[in-house]
């Protein structure tokens, strides 16, 4: 017990401001969280497989603390103590040591501690904590001290309501990693994600300045109406397009979130959509297609 609270004195926790979108005032927060990290280290010790004769590993880097203990993980995955809203594990590795940290309040047997750590970090509006297992023979845990996507934080700090299993979609859409496609709806539908796959973004809560209205709109686009007028009146004007000619009218105009295939591959379906609805019809080859207004359009 006295260890591990000297391990958290030895950290560098430095005070973080944070500028909330409806204050002139920042808000000021620790780093590190106490509980969070005392809760990191106490599992460490608590779960630890001492036949392996190793050490229990803290390294603080710049912006973020690792934890890291020998052994698996010894009941279910770390993601069902979360998801589940907490889970009571059926058996221990160190079944006395655990009880008498338990004892001590040094760790929670109920299977809350590892939820209790991200919904702090939730609340704090700082990146979730992550779980590596490795070789399956260790268990490695990173606790974020920094900020890494303003959207995300302003967002957390706006929406105190948000279910923390939606955080954890945005904690991985702001860390570039995938969510599924349910969860890719729900968070849309709710205003909370932009963009399109694989490059969702956080939703900035609101959008203050003439400068961020512009980015807002090149980054999220128009709707699909907007493009195919602009090919419309191109081939009312010159009556026919190429496939150059319509690239050249519209990949500048798509949202600045896709890649150039993407993009490439959004003016095709355009093409194909308008040709199966008859508004336009291709009088060239395939190959080399030409675009022309159909006898069935309007």
Known sequence: MLT??????????????????????????????????????????????????????VTELEDRLVFENEG???????????TDGGRTPRRYRNPYLTQAMAELNMIDTMGFGILRMFERQAKRSFPLPDYDLGDGMSVKLTVYGNLLDESYTKLLLKETDI?????LALDRVQKARPIDDATTRR?????????RKPHLRVAAPGVRHAQDRATYILTKGQDDQFYEKLILDFISKWKSATRKNVDDLLISKLSDSLDDQ??????????????????????GSRKSPKWQSSNRAG
Request: charged share 30%; glycine share 4%; aromatic share 6%.
């Open 4 to 57: 591990t609270s000297e391990v958290f004195r030895r950290i560098g926790n430095t005070q973080l401001k944070i500028q909330p979108d409806d204050s002139l005032l920042p808000i000021e927060v620790s780093k590190y969280d106490r509980t969070v990290v005392l809760e990191a280290l106490h599992n460490c010790v608590a779960h630890q497989d001492y036949a392996r004769d190793a050490r229990i590993i």
């Open 72 to 82: 698996s993980f010894f009941e279910e995955r770390p993601d069902v103590y979360v």
């Open 163 to 167: 279910p923390l299993s939606d955080v």
């Open 187 to 195: 968070l849309r539908k709710n205003g909370l994600i932009e963009g």
């Open 262 to 283: 993407q993009k490439a591959n959004k003016v095709g379906n355009l093409l194909t959509s308008m040709r199966r609805r008859g508004l336009i019809e291709n009088t």
